[in-house]
């Protein structure tokens, strides 16, 4: 597992071996993703998201590429000390690494983010859920987006912020914006 893009790119991560609710997001859908966003976002200008972190490795490509505002959230005790590491090997003293329940962060958020990011186990029973609860709880700004990692079993096309979606074999990403008026 590598960084792909910016001025951390080619860094190795590597995490514990035994993770039993963290699924890496793949260098090729990673890869896939990041055109996407470079080719719409401003990353230097966005205040970031991670939910369901992970290895963090989502967050470290934003960083590489120049995000400065961050907020990563884990609940897995195991992980959170992973990217917790890897942030301080990386030097990425902005990173804001919350061990919390995503939902329960969710729910007990009043700032707003540019671009959120969930990567959720795919086993996830309410994964569904996610999309609502970003827009009702207006976690995201305006013109903001949501992504969301999922299987090719889930289709959120019917989704009222639904915008498109990119498919990498046994990895989807959907986006969402923002678009009050």
Same mark, same amino acid.
């Given at each position: 597992?590598?960084?792909?893009?910016?001025?951390?790119?080619?860094?190795?991560?590597?995490?514990?071996?035994?993770?039993?609710?963290?699924?890496?997001?793949?260098?090729?859908?990673?890869?896939?993703?990041?055109?996407?966003?470079?080719?719409?976002?401003?990353?230097?200008?966005?205040?970031?998201?991670?939910?369901?972190?992970?290895?963090?490795?989502?967050?470290?490509?934003?960083?590489?590429?120049?995000?400065?505002?961050?907020?990563?959230?884990?609940?897995?005790?195991?992980?959170?000390?992973?990217?917790?590491?890897?942030?301080?090997?990386?030097? /990425?003293?902005?990173? *804001?690494? !919350?061990?919390?329940?995503?939902?329960? %962060?969710?729910?007990?958020? #009043?700032?707003?983010? =540019?671009?959120?990011?969930?990567?959720?186990?795919?086993?996830?029973?309410?994964?569904?859920?996610?999309?609502? /609860?970003?827009?009702? *709880?207006? !976690?995201?700004?305006?013109?903001?987006? %949501?992504?969301?990692?999922? #299987?090719?079993?889930? =289709?959120?096309?019917?989704?009222?912020?639904?915008?498109?979606?990119?498919?990498?074999?046994?990895?989807?990403?959907?986006?969402?914006?923002?678009?009050?008026?």
């Amino acid at each position: 597992m590598r960084i792909i893009g910016g001025e951390l790119g080619g860094r190795k991560i590597n995490p514990p071996s035994k993770m039993p609710y963290t699924r890496p997001t793949t260098d090729i859908a990673k890869e896939g993703l990041f055109n996407i966003i470079e080719n719409n976002l401003v990353i230097p200008e966005l205040k970031t998201l991670d939910l369901f972190g992970g290895t963090g490795s989502i967050s470290y490509e934003l960083a590489s590429r120049g995000a400065t505002d961050q907020t990563i959230v884990e609940k897995d005790s195991k992980m959170h000390e992973f990217i917790k590491k890897m942030a301080s090997q990386l030097q /990425l003293k902005h990173l *804001k690494i !919350i061990k919390m329940d995503v939902f329960k %962060f969710i729910d007990q958020r #009043t700032e707003q983010f =540019d671009f959120i990011f969930a990567g959720p186990p795919y086993s996830l029973s309410n994964i569904d859920d996610l999309p609502a /609860l970003i827009f009702e *709880k207006r !976690i995201l700004n305006e013109k903001g987006w %949501f992504v969301l990692e999922h #299987t090719p079993r889930n =289709d959120y096309k019917d989704f009222p912020f639904y915008k498109t979606e990119r498919n990498y074999g046994s990895t989807v990403f959907t986006i969402f914006i923002e678009n009050r008026r």
